[in-house]
């Protein structure tokens, strides 16, 4: 490709919009231009890098059997309403309707449709197993999109989904797609993690997160190097607390009554008392929404210096939604202003309390009084919840579930999600075969979905520097670009073009900038648009017969003869792509 006929257009200035660094390069190398909110136009060299990792995903795909299909992404609410998943997906659900009023979505996944295939064409345990995939735009009516296509309502997704005779089939599936996975994000370049995660609105009760490492990322996960326990933390598992002290040989004394005027948040009243944050149990309350559209205010006890999880909370009540209660709606369930309820005498009110509390010996909580708390208040002496959960954040510093050992943490992109569905959907949709014994049995399902725009900005994210994108070699849209230095030299320029030629005749795929513009201009768009190496033609070439070769991630710079420069740049390609090969 011509530089001088490659749509392209660079920005100099980071646009206002971009808060990170694959949002501001995308933009401004020229890979992607905005629509509207969360929707984009991929321009040439955009389109190109998600290509290139379209192939890595299928190649992987079919190393494992699975079977390329395309389904619409149109799709009938009746299917949706068979799983019950009309209601409960949410606002993010992009629904029309057609000139005949009936209702339709833009599918934000297909776990429906693809079963609604499979019910219709599969009758026989010998069709079993069976992995089907697809790539595809999805749509979601995110809330609030952000950070370019990390975060858009229009993205292009790689979804399959497996169907197995038994639970035993199901897993093998799933420990197929987890090792694919690994070599697709591996040949793309990223550093990453595979971590234990909350399945979400998908469903199933086992699931892993691939998390591209970044400071940028949306998502915390904890891992422990000691065992390799990894997991997002909103599915990350404290450990088991320490059992409280064995009380003396006389019993606590009851719990005393002070006076905390204007103390209501737990900084306020640990600085009242005198106290840690830790010796202070806090009491929340939500809504909680439930599928058949009933709603229940719940109270949660957490120590006061604890962060509530609140997608263990959702999965442990079986709710659809959570909803932080009012200070209003606080004073009205309990007759004291939200700071002051506390859980000792409460009524009416359904108590959970995170296991952690239960350990403590003694704790301040609210004494369900105006400007007053209790001190010293005993759990399961002074007051006993009605539930007790595992209901925190897990953080940096606390001990592994597994091992006991101290746990990390770090932020991350979710470019990837596998699933162990079970019979959720195939049950509802009487997705069913007949087995040896000529019994009906439902088929046992999984899931297994890579973000293809967003595993594109998550290499941006890991690979760039202060001049621009670093691309690995596995997912440039081009590998090489040739600079003449002066294009109106006629000797510069039919040197650049032998070695334009050679390359492409070496199966480099490769660029030639032959635009009429200053070395300096030409060199700074080389390092924006990322190509993992440049071949420099100047004035030496000629006087020396030598060229450079500069390497763009370490900046090394090799000169070497004219002649030989396509060989070089193609070994130098074929070294890092063997570079991200995984390991046998």
Same mark, same amino acid.
Request: proline content about 6%; charged content about 25%.
């Given at each position: ?37 969360g ?10 890098a ?27 609410? %009746? ?12 606002e993010?659900m ?85 090792d694919a ?45 000691a ?18 002290? @064995? ?16 103390s ?24 909680a ?20 999880n %609140?997608?263990k ?10 909803r ?31 296991? %952690? ?8 909580? /609210? ?12 759990? /399961? ?31 991350g ?59 690995? @070699? ?5 590998q090489?670009?040739v ?20 390359l ?5 795929? @490769? ?74």
């Amino acid at each position: 490709m011509r530089l001088s006929a490659l749509l392209a257009p660079t920005l100099r200035e980071i646009p206002g919009e971009a808060e990170i660094a694959s949002h501001q390069l995308m933009l401004r190398a020229g890979l992607m231009r905005k629509v509207a909110a969360g929707i984009y136009t991929f321009l040439p060299l955009g389109h190109r890098a998600i290509a290139k990792v379209e192939a890595i995903v299928r190649e992987e795909m079919d190393r494992e059997g699975c079977q390329e299909v395309r389904l619409p992404i149109v799709q009938p609410a %009746e299917l949706w309403l068979e799983t019950g998943r009309w209601a409960e997906y949410g606002e993010e659900m992009w629904r029309v309707k057609d000139r005949h009023g009936r209702q339709f979505c833009l599918g934000p996944t297909h776990e429906e449709i693809i079963t609604d295939l499979v019910r219709k064409e599969v009758r026989s345990y010998r069709q079993l197993p069976l992995i089907l995939y697809q790539i595809q735009n999805k749509y979601r009516d995110e809330i609030r999109p952000r950070f370019g296509v990390m975060r858009a309502r229009e993205f292009i997704m790689k979804d399959a989904y497996s169907f197995d005779r038994d639970e035993e089939g199901m897993r093998a599936s799933y420990q197929r797609m987890y090792d694919a996975y690994t070599r697709i994000f591996t040949r793309c370049g990223l550093e990453f993690r595979a971590v234990l995660a909350d399945p979400g609105a998908i469903g199933g009760n086992y699931t892993h997160e691939f998390m591209a490492l970044a400071d940028t990322g949306e998502a915390s996960l904890v891992y422990c190097d000691a065992c390799g326990y990894a997991a997002n933390v909103e599915r990350a598992e404290a450990a088991a607390p320490a059992p409280a002290a @064995a009380p003396g040989p006389s019993a606590p004394a009851p719990p005393v009554r002070v006076h905390t005027p204007n103390s209501r948040t737990i900084a306020e009243v640990a600085a009242a008392l005198g106290v840690e944050p830790r010796e202070l149990a806090k009491q929340l309350f939500y809504w909680a929404v439930h599928a058949d559209g009933r709603q229940e205010l719940v109270a949660v006890l957490l120590r006061g210096d604890r962060e509530l999880n %609140e997608v263990k909370l959702k999965n442990h009540l079986g709710a659809l939604h959570l909803r932080l209660a009012t200070p209003e709606e606080v004073r009205a369930a309990t007759g004291v202003p939200l700071g002051f309820a506390g859980p000792v005498g409460l009524r009416g009110v359904r108590l959970l309390a995170d296991a %952690e509390v239960m350990a403590e010996p003694s704790l301040v909580v /609210g004494a369900n009084e105006e400007d007053f708390h209790l001190r010293g208040a005993v759990p /399961g002496r002074d007051f006993r919840p009605d539930e007790v959960a595992d209901l925190r954040l897990v953080g940096a510093g606390d001990p592994c579930p597994g091992c006991g050992a101290p746990l990390l943490a770090r932020r991350g992109i979710e470019v990837g999600q596998v699933f162990q569905l079970g019979t959720k959907y195939s049950q509802a949709m009487r997705a069913t075969f007949l087995d040896e014994r000529g019994q009906e049995r439902p088929a046992v399902m999984g899931c297994y979905g890579i973000g293809i725009t967003r595993t594109v900005a998550a290499v941006i994210e890991q690979h760039h520097d202060e001049d621009g994108i670093i691309w690995p @070699a596995s997912v440039a849209p081009y590998q090489a670009v040739v600079v003449p230095v002066n294009w109106g030299d006629a000797g510069q320029r039919e040197t650049a073009e032998a070695i334009y030629r050679g390359l492409l005749a070496a199966g480099v795929e @490769a660029c030639l900038d032959d635009r009429d513009e200053r070395a300096g201009v030409k060199f700074k768009d080389a390092d924006l648009y990322g190509f993992p190496f440049r071949v420099t033609v100047g004035p030496r070439a000629l006087a020396e017969g030598r060229v450079e070769v500069v390497d763009r991630r370490t900046r090394r710079v090799l000169a070497v003869p004219r002649e030989g420069a396509a060989a070089a740049v193609q070994e130098r390609v074929e070294a890092a792509l063997a570079g991200l090969a995984p390991r046998a």
